[in-house]
Nanobody
Framework: QVQLVESGGGLVQAGGSLRLSCAAS????????MGWFRQYPGKEREFVGA????????SYANSVKGRFTISRDNAKNTLYLQMNNLKPEDTAVYYC??????????????WGQGTQVTVSS
């Protein structure tokens, strides 16, 4: 079992930055692939990006490529999402996920509770 807790969401103006964190706990939390998804009201969860357990490979949605960066610190069992040049359309609830790979949410086994990111224009 892997438990995930996100933090770092909040309100920011367009063009600003935020860094989300996801603290993972559990026996194998440092050896699982992890990712970020976001969800708009009434919509399915949308892939943002993912990182292999080793940190050696990342994948991003086209909508965030060049603006968002995923990283992880396995010594701290923490996943990060650095979000720069934020746009109003980035406003969503952001979820940390683990134990899967790819762009589809059903590929991931473990989920955090989500953190709200709001970008004002």
């Amino acid at each position: 079992q892997v438990q995930l807790v996100e933090s770092g969401g909040g309100l920011v103006q367009a063009g600003g930055s935020l860094r989300l964190s996801c603290a993972a706990s559990g026996r194998t939390s440092s050896s699982v692939n992890m990712g970020w998804f976001r969800q708009y009201p009434g919509k399915e969860r949308e892939f943002v990006g993912a990182i292999r357990w080793s940190g050696g490979s990342t994948s991003y949605a086209n909508s965030v490529k060049g603006r968002f960066t995923i990283s992880r610190d396995n010594a701290k069992n923490t996943l990060y999402l650095q979000m720069n040049n934020l746009k109003p359309e980035d406003t969503a609830v952001y979820y940390c996920a683990a134990g899967g790979w790819g762009t589809m949410s059903y590929n991931y086994v473990y989920w955090g509770q989500g953190t709200q990111v709001t970008v004002s224009s």
